[in-house]
């Protein structure tokens, strides 16, 4: 029987250069992301994985998740480009690049490791205790609730603050939201996904969910009021006005009021503020 590799565990594998260890980042459908304990980080397939003997489960981060926390969306940012230095602002949070518009109007897609900011060494180090404190916190309440198979992990959603994934005995939150968010915010998010945890994923948001998030202290709210990221694209008619957000750009659009073709830009907030100025 194939072992079940999770989030967190120790595991070892072998390359070219002999066996490997580390633990699990994250993981996808076919493979999972290993940070080693030097640092160096890798793609392995579950077939080739094997979980380490009397080794506990750690939280690693990838450099990628690092890198990112440095910056936010509208940082004024420099990177080099051949023997040129381009200046820009960011527009978009990707995974792993950041969509940077230039005063030129160009849009470059820009690792991070590549970016450069007024501030981003001490973000970097302010952000990252942040990660680390709201995963510890998360860890005590989804342990003071008798939740021991379960783990907590960041991850890259862009609409949601938390996700409660049943199969996998996992609790997530989205990276941005937990670095925009307040303290309370991030709290009731924990608490809001571990009742669902608790009452199984039959239950929804229901009353029986309510019922359990206020019981274990958290406002059973299905919403919150932060925004975790800037959508992509501003979608606007210039026949009759009307302007929205997208984040994916759709072909032969029509305006839903007037029928007319509609026009995709790129979001920024300047952009953004002069629709409604």
């Known amino acids: 029987m194939a072992q079940r590799i999770r989030i967190h565990d120790p595991v070892e594998f072998r390359t070219k250069e002999g066996t490997q260890s580390g633990f699990v980042s994250s993981i996808s459908r076919q493979k999972a992301y290993v ?9 392995v397939p579950f077939r080739q994985l ?4 009397g080794v506990l489960p750690k939280r690693v981060f990838p450099s ?3 890198e990112r926390c440095a910056f936010s969306v509208n940082d004024k940012v420099n990177f080099q480009n051949g023997n040129a230095q381009i200046k820009g602002h960011i527009t978009q949070m990707n995974p ?5 518009k230039t005063a030129a109007n160009e849009f470059w897609n820009v690792p991070y ?11 970097r180090k302010l952000n990252l205790k942040k990660l680390v404190s709201t995963a510890e916190q998360a860890d005590k309440l989804i342990a003071k609730h ?14 949601r603050a938390g996700c409660c994934l049943y199969k996998e005995q996992l609790i997530t939150m989205s990276q941005q939201f937990c670095l925009n968010a307040e303290d309370s915010d991030i709290t009731d998010t924990i608490l809001h996904e571990i009742a ?18 206020r019981e274990i202290g958290c406002s059973a709210s299905r919403t919150h009021d932060v925004e975790v990221s800037a959508p992509r694209y501003i979608v606007s008619c210039r026949n009759c006005g009307t302007v929205g957000t997208r984040d994916k750009r759709g072909r032969n659009r029509v305006c839903k009021w007037c029928q007319t073709p509609v026009t995709y830009e790129n979001y920024s907030k ?3 503020n002069s629709y409604h100025t």
């Open 35 to 43: 940070v080693s304990l030097p640092g160096t980080e890798y793609s």
């Open 96 to 100: 792993n690049r950041a969509r940077v």
């Open 64 to 66: 990628s998740l690092i």
């Open 146 to 159: 008798n939740l021991h198979e379960w783990r907590f992990n960041f991850d890259n959603a862009r609409k």
């Open 270 to 272: 300047e952009l953004w």
């Open 50 to 53: 094997r979980l380490r003997e």
């Open 196 to 213: 669902h945890a608790l009452v199984g994923h039959q239950h929804g948001h229901n009353a029986v969910w309510q019922a359990k998030a």
């Open 113 to 123: 490791n590549m970016l450069n900011g007024d501030m981003t060494a001490k973000r």
